[in-house]
């Protein structure tokens, strides 16, 4: 089978694999799309090494077919449509015990230690499998697993109706949150994002406000606004200056959620006396913990706008060119998908 092998730091190679095999308890996928992620440009550039075990097939945005199903697995069959979790886990240590997978202490993540999906298949615990309806698009399928993961975050932040909420950034992630808020009856729900084409479309799908932050101070932005503050302001940018301007634009007994990837060795300035004075509660939120089943509902249901949010498909051959895209085309594109039978 083809694939594009992450071989070391910096280095992606075009290879033909054996055929991947299914061993007891999993079934072969045959990919229809995967999503370029920005954590799979970090990964090829070194940013992020921790738990990366080349060489390994990246890609954990994966959707596709059933091609073969394990003898001992029941449940699934042959000819449908699915997505992947990727976030394997051990579920013997304590945090799996205590229902938090996603924060286990030997995670085995496909597209990071194990073969992902830019590949024209990928093998995958039938336990991480979610059967998706008949007629899902690749493109619907590929925002299954990051949709998971803002869920984790939803659900941590517990929006309440009547309050107020800002997502700095509108790619990908920022335009998912911007579509589950905007369902949340928030009052106002903001966008702060520096891209004009990404306003837009923040603006069509939900957002009552939105701010340039490159057009001067955010706070007298919303002021013209009328607003002083948010009650909740989730971070979907991953730029650690972005956090600690926003930080301070939280309302006394607000909540913000770091959610984007930062660079593992940033670090920003936080005033303590204002988080204590203001009641201010910081959380964060990683990866999606068992809550692709959901998001798959919420696809199914049409309360996403797919074609808003993945606006490009590539080849396999030109994943490189993909994710060396991905920053560059910030105007024009927002989620690419990579097509391995193109």
């Known amino acids: 089978m083809k694939a594009a092998v992450f071989t070391a730091v910096g280095q992606m190679e075009p290879r033909d694999l054996q055929e991947t095999r299914v061993t007891p308890g999993e079934v072969l996928v045959r990919v229809t799309g995967c999503g370029v992620c920005g954590t799979d440009v970090h990964i090829l550039h ?26 001992d697995v029941s449940g699934l069959k ?9 976030v394997v886990t051990c579920g013997k240590c304590d945090y799996c015990q205590s229902g938090m997978p996603n924060l286990c202490r030997d995670l085995q993540i496909i597209g990071y230690k194990r073969n992902g999906g830019f590949a024209q298949y990928c093998a995958a615990p039938a336990s991480h499998v979610v059967p998706l309806r008949p007629g899902t698009s690749p493109q619907a399928g590929i925002l299954v697993e990051t949709l998971a993961c803002v869920i984790n975050g939803y659900d941590r932040l517990v929006p309440q109706p009547g309050h107020s909420a800002l997502v700095i950034g509108a790619g990908t992630v920022g335009l998912l949150w911007t ?3 905007a369902g949340a009856n928030l009052a106002p729900l903001a966008v702060s994002e520096p891209v004009a084409s990404r306003r837009d479309r923040a603006k069509n799908l939900g957002a009552d406000l939105v701010f340039d932050p490159s057009a001067g101070d955010l706070r007298q932005q919303m002021a013209r606004a009328g607003l002083d503050g948010f009650d909740y302001i989730v971070d979907a940018s991953g730029d650690p200056v972005a956090l600690e301007q926003a930080i301070p634009l939280v309302r006394p007994a607000g909540k913000f959620l770091v959610f984007g990837v930062c660079p593992r060795d940033s670090k920003i300035t936080v005033n303590p006396f204002e988080l204590y004075n203001k009641q201010i509660s910081v959380i964060a939120s990683k990866m999606p913990p068992k809550t692709l089943s959901r998001a798959a509902r919420v696809i199914e249901a049409g ?19 993909a994710m060396d895209g991905f920053a560059a085309a910030r105007d024009k594109q927002i989620k690419v998908m990579i097509d391995p039978w193109m």
């Open 78 to 86: 042959p000819g449908q449509i699915v997505a992947i979790d990727p």
């Open 303 to 321: 309360k996403i706008d797919v074609n808003a949010i993945v606006t490009q498909t590539w080849p396999l051959p030109r994943l490189g060119e």
């Open 46 to 71: 070194g940013d992020i090494t921790e738990g990366i075990r080349p060489p390994v097939v990246l890609g954990h945005e994966i959707t596709g077919i059933i091609e073969q199903v394990a003898a």
């Open 179 to 181: 579509q589950l808020l």
